[in-house]
T-cell receptor, first 114, second 113 residues
Framework: NAGVTQTPKFQVLKTGQSMTLQCAQD?????MSWYRQDPGMGLRLIHYSVGAGITDQGEVPNGYNVSRSTTEDFPLRLLSAAPSQTSVYFC?????????????FGQGTRLTVV | GQQVMQIPQYQHVQEGEDFTTYCNSSTTLSNIQWYKQRPGGHPVFLIQ?????EVKKQKRLTFQFGEAKKNSSLHITATQTTDVGTYFC?????????????FGKGTHLIIQP
């Protein structure tokens, strides 16, 4: 059971470039989300999805797009990378019932924008 | 937006001393979760608290959820070097699983042997 798989683990982008961070889970979780982690800021929610075809914005959505065409995959797209998007990105998934259950996190993607 | 305040930001302890981190929300939470992140790693789920006044224990770790469901704490007894990492609380407000978790900024636990 692979859990939550994120790729790539490391990435360096030039300002203005675009890229997609991949996230896949094999636990049949309805709920998936993307967080960014910056020093002293904790984990901030970027976008989330409660099921295939449904996405919504979190706390810091600007500059990012998501889609959820399947239950398994939840890619995060950076449209035009900026140095402010230098961060560690985590994808997470969980069951979603009356409340969120345990969130399983991927290993993270360390992104540097120069 | 909703905020979960977590203190302290850093805590230095001697190995064998106790450690406590606190989380507080200005509005009522439907539930709260706790996560541990080792240096260079990803957050790993520790526990979820749902009921008012709930107390749960995992070996040397004790988790509490306040009566008003606005605050929570994690207490570690007799810290060990394996406890090093950042401890996050994460609260949920909606109860419907749809709005996601709001994380505190975390407490970095540093243990001096």
């Amino acid at each position: 059971n692979a859990g939550v798989t994120q790729t790539p683990k490391f990435q360096v982008l030039k300002t203005g470039q675009s890229m997609t961070l991949q996230c896949a889970q094999d636990m049949n979780h309805e709920y998936m989300s993307w967080y960014r982690q910056d020093p002293g800021m904790g984990l901030r929610l970027i976008h989330y999805s409660v099921g295939a075809g449904i996405t919504d914005q979190g706390e810091v959505p600007n500059g990012y797009n998501v889609s959820r065409s399947t239950t398994e995959d939840f890619p995060l797209r950076l449209l035009s990378a900026a140095p402010s998007q230098t961060s560690v990105y985590f994808c997470a998934s969980s069951y979603a019932g009356n409340w969120n259950t345990e969130a399983f996190f991927g290993q993270g993607t360390r992104l540097t924008v120069v | 937006g909703q905020q979960v305040m977590q203190i302290p930001q850093y805590q230095h302890v001697q190995e064998g001393e106790d450690f406590t981190t606190y989380c507080n929300s200005s509005t009522t939470l439907s539930n709260i979760q706790w996560y541990k992140q080792r240096p260079g790693g990803h957050p790993v789920f520790l526990i979820q608290l749902v009921k008012s006044g709930e107390v749960k224990k995992q070996k040397r770790l004790t988790f509490q959820f306040g009566e008003a469901k606005k605050n929570s704490s994690l207490h570690i007894t007799a810290t060990q070097t394996t406890d090093v990492g950042t401890y996050f609380c994460a609260g949920e407000y909606s109860g419907g699983g749809a709005d996601g978790l709001t994380f505190g900024k975390g407490t970095h636990l540093i243990i001096q042997p």
